[in-house]
T-cell receptor, first 112, second 112 residues
Framework: GDSVTQMEGPVTLSEEAFLTINCTYT??????LFWYVQYPGEGLQLLLK?????DKGSNKGFEATYRKETTSFHLEKGSVQVSDSAVYFC???????????FGQGTILTVHP | DAMVIQNPRYQVTQFGKPVTLSCSQT?????MYWYQQKSSQAPKLLFH???????NEADTPDNFQSRRPNTSFCFLDIRSPGLGDAAMYLC???????????FGQGTRLTVV
């Protein structure tokens, strides 16, 4: 079945540091890939997405590129802010009725 | 703004006492989902509606039921909540042919 693996966390960075959160997936067919962000006590917000190989999703300074050859969708940001502190989930949506399969989540803490 | 709205944000129920969580959407999306998210874990799909068709995940306990009286509303019923059912419950929607999935802010359920 479909699965998503994220790098183990938590991740702690200083403000303006470079961020990478690794995500790899296993799926049949050609899934769509997503990054969601969850702030404490809140639901999930769609951060960015990519629907086919070599697509780059971007939003609010975050980027991720759909790499089919390495089955990866790593999240990057050049300069993090304290307000980026949250839990980040990588997810895929396969062909089956739009079900999202999530990675285990990565807690990001950014210090001033 | 169009959105997915969950009520209440926080719900406290007694062990064994039936409880209903509600979700409404103004996006006019065909598909509605209920996810369960326990502390520090990824969301887990319980079931979804594809228009009026109900689809249960194989490992969703019988204790969980759902109703969708119309396109805009969906309810999650927990018939006899146990302590292990304490979690964040997330409602989400998507278009039949689209790739984006939009989440509500969640209902935090506490069982006492």
């Amino acid at each position: 079945g479909d699965s998503v693996t994220q790098m183990e966390g938590p991740v702690t960075l200083s403000e303006e540091a470079f961020l990478t959160i690794n995500c790899t997936y296993t799926a049949t067919g050609y899934p769509s890939l997503f990054w969601y962000v969850q702030y404490p006590g809140e639901g999930l917000q769609l951060l960015l997405k990519a629907t086919k190989a070599d697509d780059k999703g971007s939003n609010k300074g975050f980027e991720a590129t759909y790499r089919k050859e390495t089955t990866s969708f790593h999240l990057e940001k050049g300069s993090v802010q304290v307000s980026d502190s949250a839990v980040y989930f990588c997810a895929l949506k396969g062909t089956s009725y739009g079900k999202l399969t999530f990675g285990q989540g990565t807690i990001l803490t950014v210090h001033p | 703004d169009a959105m997915v709205i969950q009520n209440p944000r926080y719900q406290v129920t007694q062990f064994g006492k039936p409880v209903t969580l509600s979700c409404s959407q103004t996006l006019n999306h065909n598909v509605m989902y209920w996810y369960q998210q326990k502390s520090s874990q990824a969301p887990k799909l319980l079931f979804h509606y594809y228009d009026k068709d109900f689809n249960n995940e194989a490992d969703t306990p019988d204790n969980f039921q759902s109703r969708r009286p119309n396109t805009s509303f969906c309810f999650l019923d927990i018939r006899s909540p146990g302590l292990g059912d304490a979690a964040m419950y997330l409602c989400a929607t998507s278009l039949k042919a689209g790739t984006g999935t939009f989440f509500g802010q969640g209902t935090r359920l506490t069982v006492v």
